[in-house]
């Protein structure tokens, strides 16, 4: 009965101290007009943040969607809140290109 | 120079948000990356002299300007963004066939090659923003 209970309360334990799927930020660097890497796994949840090297100010753009402004020299981020596919740009030089694989 | 003169003239004069807007990201990058040109010049310690391209290139955007001076709302606003599309079409051609392949300086050949990495996206941009003006 004692053991039972210790058990119960041993595994009670267990499921509060077991880490939940950790949100994690993921870098992703721009450099001379170029996201790297230019495709990304993420999970719903997850933090992308953009760490530019440019002296000029870029975008992540999502046509139709959401945009993160990445001051030169600086960082912009955004904590991913729906599950799919979305291809990004910079609305300032379009010639940039990104891709997220988002999983629910 | 010219660039960023053509772009105070634009958020001066145009009363489109798209234009505005697009002028000003002109302007802000233009400043950026003539920045960087003097910049490197310092270091290098060379002067810059002008030559047929640069006089090509100063002379067709200097007539443009006036041109530019002279029109009001959705003439000034489309005589604008084609001018732009078609100056940065001209810049990257030079940069692409003359200016890249004659740089022996390691950093001027990188400086050049980002310049038109950063222009063909202004060409991009002003072919996007010429789309929502018709």
């Known amino acids: 009965m004692r053991a039972g209970a210790l058990s119960v309360l041993g595994s009670l334990t267990l499921a509060l101290v077991a880490p939940p799927a950790l949100a994690a930020t993921i870098e992703v660097t721009i450099d001379r007009l170029v996201y790297s890497p230019a495709s990304v796994e993420a999970k719903v949840g997850d933090t992308i943040e953009w760490v530019n090297k440019d002296v000029i100010a870029h975008t992540a753009t999502v046509k139709g969607g959401w945009e993160v402004m990445i001051p030169p020299k600086s960082k912009g981020r955004i904590t991913l809140k729906q599950a799919g596919a979305v291809d990004y740009f910079c609305r300032f030089h379009p010639n940039m290109k990104g891709h997220l694989n988002v999983a629910p | ?134």
Do not use: C, W
């Open chain 2, 1 to 134: 120079m010219l660039d960023i003169e053509a772009a105070k003239l634009a958020i001066q004069k145009s009363k489109t948000k798209e234009v505005v807007d697009f002028a000003k990201d002109m302007e802000r990058d233009h400043e950026a990356v003539n920045k960087q040109a003097l910049d490197l010049v310092k270091k290098l310690k060379v002067k810059p002299e002008d030559n047929a391209t640069s006089q090509a290139l100063t002379k067709a955007a200097k007539e443009e300007r006036a041109k530019l001076a002279k029109l009001e709302g959705t003439a000034f606003d489309k005589a604008y963004i084609e001018n732009e599309v078609a100056y940065h079409k001209q810049v990257n051609g030079a940069l692409e066939t003359l200016l890249i392949p004659s740089a022996n300086n390691a950093e001027l050949k990188s400086l050049l090659e980002t310049g038109l990495k950063i222009f063909q996206g202004h060409e991009q941009h002003a072919e996007h923003v010429a789309g929502t003006l018709k």
